[in-house]
């Protein structure tokens, strides 16, 4: 087995990478009845339709994390996965209101993975940065609360903000008003956009909501004016391969649109987004693609670069990556 290319990963939900044992573990610890009785049951129901099948089973899970030590464990067991496949760096999706919804402090959240982030380069030679997302099926009212809710984290914990869930009906015009505050707060700007959406959403990010990244982004490649946009803009795009395949936007992974996509100029990374539920973690998203596709060490190697390119490290920290 080849050792994995040093990488920076950079569209990966905390609560995705909740692997079926921990969860089971965080269940008894919390004494939460789950309707799964073992960790197979649980790998069972990983066999989604679309998005939002997906997103039914990835929010119920959550009930098993309650304190913040739960969010501890959940970061830290990460961190150990990531550093074996290669990661250096990481910047950290989270869903607050996922959890404020059903009671959970966003103090108990922030706190709870802050302690696992604040000692990971130290334990596993990973910077990190944490980038609060709004649920964009929630209302943009709900958006603005929490955003006001975390003002005390920004800069130091929290450092960007992102957009996820339910994408189709749910553009990112809806959310305009609450990244211009995210924005005058000096926090980094991405959005998903052009996973199940239309090219119409991606140009709404970096027009309406003035994004530095799109996370996805694949269904760019059926408006040739966004593409070129997003060329000449050198504007990173975070591509989850195994992810797109589970979720049925791709239908083989040997039809992935990212060779295209490289092909075309763009700058590309490639990501894990969900790991415990999509089949695999970066460096399987960087095998199953080059098992599928063919692609080469060339390719691997810039898709490796691109990842500290398109990451919020400063100058200096990125030039040690490179
Ligand atoms: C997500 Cl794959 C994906 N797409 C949109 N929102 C999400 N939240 C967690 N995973
Ligand atoms: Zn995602």
């Given at each position: 087995?080849t050792?994995?290319?040093?990488?920076?990963?950079?569209?990966l939900?905390i609560e995705?990478?909740?692997?079926?044992?921990?969860?089971l573990?965080?269940?008894?610890?919390n004494?939460i009845?789950?309707?799964?009785?073992?960790?197979?049951d649980?790998?069972?129901?990983?066999s989604?339709?679309?998005?939002?099948?997906?997103l039914?089973l990835y929010?119920?899970l959550?009930?098993v994390?309650?304190?913040e030590q739960?969010f501890?464990?959940?970061a830290?067991?990460?961190?150990?996965?990531?550093?074996?496949?290669?990661?250096?760096h990481?910047?950290?999706f989270f869903?607050p209101q996922?959890?404020?919804?059903?009671g959970?402090?966003?103090?108990?959240v922030v706190?709870g993975?802050?302690r696992?982030l604040?000692?990971?380069?130290?334990?596993h030679g990973?910077?990190t940065?944490l980038?609060l997302?709004?649920?964009?099926?929630l209302?943009a009212?709900?958006?603005l609360?929490t955003?006001?809710?975390?003002?005390?984290?920004?800069?130091?914990l929290?450092?960007a903000?992102?957009l996820?869930s339910a994408?189709?009906?749910?553009?990112?015009?809806?959310?305009?008003e609450?990244?211009?505050?995210?924005?005058?707060a000096g926090?980094h700007?991405?959005a998903?956009?052009?996973?199940?959406g239309p090219?119409?959403?991606?140009?709404?990010?970096l027009?309406l909501?003035?994004?530095?990244?799109?996370?996805?982004?694949i269904?760019?490649?059926?408006?040739?004016?966004?593409?070129?946009?997003l060329?000449r803009e050198?504007?990173p795009?975070?591509?989850?391969?195994?992810?797109?395949?589970?979720l049925?936007?791709v239908?083989?992974?040997?039809?992935h649109?990212l060779?295209r996509?490289l092909?075309?100029?763009?700058?590309?990374t490639?990501?894990s987004?969900?790991?415990s539920?999509?089949g695999?973690?970066v460096?399987?998203?960087?095998?199953?693609l080059?098992a599928?596709?063919?692609l080469d060490?060339?390719?691997r190697?810039t898709?490796?670069?691109?990842?500290?390119?398109?990451s919020?490290l400063?100058?200096?920290q990125?030039?040690?990556?490179l």
């Amino acid at each position: 087995m080849t050792t994995p290319l040093p990488k920076a990963e950079l569209h990966l939900h905390i609560e995705g990478t909740l692997e079926p044992e921990l969860a089971l573990a965080l269940a008894a610890r919390n004494g939460i009845d789950l309707p799964y009785g073992s960790a197979d049951d649980l790998r069972a129901a990983y066999s989604f339709r679309d998005l939002q099948s997906f997103l039914d089973l990835y929010y119920a899970l959550m009930a098993v994390l309650r304190t913040e030590q739960d969010f501890t464990d959940l970061a830290e067991a990460y961190l150990a996965r990531a550093r074996r496949q290669g990661v250096r760096h990481a910047e950290i999706f989270f869903d607050p209101q996922a959890h404020t919804a059903r009671g959970v402090d966003l103090r108990t959240v922030v706190e709870g993975l802050g302690r696992a982030l604040d000692s990971a380069e130290q334990r596993h030679g990973i910077t990190t940065r944490l980038i609060l997302c709004f649920l964009r099926d929630l209302s943009a009212e709900d958006a603005l609360e929490t955003l006001e809710s975390a003002r005390p984290y920004f800069g130091t914990l929290i450092t960007a903000v992102g957009l996820d869930s339910a994408e189709v009906g749910n553009p990112p015009s809806k959310f305009q008003e609450v990244f211009a505050l995210a924005r005058e707060a000096g926090l980094h700007l991405v959005a998903h956009a052009g996973e199940e959406g239309p090219p119409e959403y991606v140009w709404e990010a970096l027009d309406l909501l003035r994004v530095e990244r799109i996370d996805h982004g694949i269904r760019s490649l059926e408006d040739e004016r966004l593409v070129e946009r997003l060329r000449r803009e050198r504007v990173p795009l975070t591509v989850c391969p195994l992810s797109n395949v589970r979720l049925r936007c791709v239908d083989r992974l040997e039809d992935h649109p990212l060779p295209r996509m490289l092909e075309a100029g763009l700058l590309v990374t490639v990501n894990s987004d969900d790991p415990s539920y999509f089949g695999g973690y970066v460096e399987d998203n960087f095998r199953a693609l080059t098992a599928a596709l063919g692609l080469d060490e060339e390719q691997r190697r810039t898709l490796a670069a691109n990842s500290f390119h398109a990451s919020f490290l400063d100058d200096k920290q990125r030039a040690a990556y490179l």
